[in-house]
């Protein structure tokens, strides 16, 4: 069995951290006969990736299907291309599920979960049912909608529910961070402070703020300067 690095902008960023901070990565592959934990890099890890295994059907479903079809387009205004089907969702749901579980089967208690953009928006809080004293970041690498758009979602209290298990909500850009204060409030009507982005829910305080993503610039710099 063999393994590639996906060549994604969110995974080039990410492994640079992950080799340096160390730690366990979840994510899922297609196939039936992963193993449970592989070390990355293979000939000296510097971190273990823990993988979780979907079934075609949930990957039509979950990937394609819910996160694709229904929550890009919407977070990029063409609502014309959503397709919101109950099949769709239910993989979603199920999907956000296995996470959690493969979270659970993690031996030591993690300082930091960290978790990455719009397909585990229902992954906080079902982290934070399990253990409620988890630090747990999110954020959305795409744009987040305004709340008019964002209302057109039938699972948009859902969503936002799930998002508000963490302890802060990360977006690219301030436009973003305000559309989500705004969304909280309209759609759970739960205090915002737009002012210090924070939301008062279930007894704790999410702060929510712009963190644009960027690279090692001086590792590239220096590596298209050596010959």
């Not at 979602?153 to 799930?162: Q, T």
Request: glycine share 8%; hydrophobic share 40%; with cysteine.
């Amino acid at each position: 069995l063999s393994y590639e690095k996906n060549t994604g902008g969110l995974v080039s960023v990410l492994d640079e951290i992950m080799r340096t901070a160390g730690g366990t990565w979840i994510a899922w592959g297609e196939k039936d006969n992963l193993p449970q934990q592989v070390g990355v890099p293979p000939d000296s890890p510097r971190y273990s990736l823990r993988l979780v295994s979907l079934t075609d059907t949930e990957v039509q479903n979950y990937y394609h299907g819910f996160s694709n079809r229904v929550l890009w387009p919407l977070c990029h205004y063409f609502l014309d291309r959503c397709h919101f089907r109950s099949d769709y969702w239910k993989s979603y749901v199920g999907v956000n599920e296995k996470f959690s579980r493969a979270f659970k089967n993690i031996p030591q208690d993690p300082d930091l979960i960290w978790i990455h953009d719009f397909h585990l928006t229902l992954l906080p809080a079902r982290l934070r049912t399990q253990r409620s004293s988890l630090s747990i970041g999110f954020f959305w690498h795409i744009p987040f909608p305004a709340s008019p758009v964002f209302r057109v979602l039938p699972w948009r209290e859902e969503i936002l529910r799930g998002l508000l298990g963490s302890d802060l909500i990360g977006f690219h850009l301030p436009l973003h961070a305000q559309n989500f204060l705004d969304c909280v409030k309209d759609v759970i009507g739960v205090p915002v402070d737009r002012a210090t982005g924070s939301i008062r829910y279930d007894g704790r305080t999410i702060r929510v703020g712009a963190f644009p993503v960027g690279i090692d610039f001086r590792r590239w710099h220096d590596l298209a300067s050596d010959p």
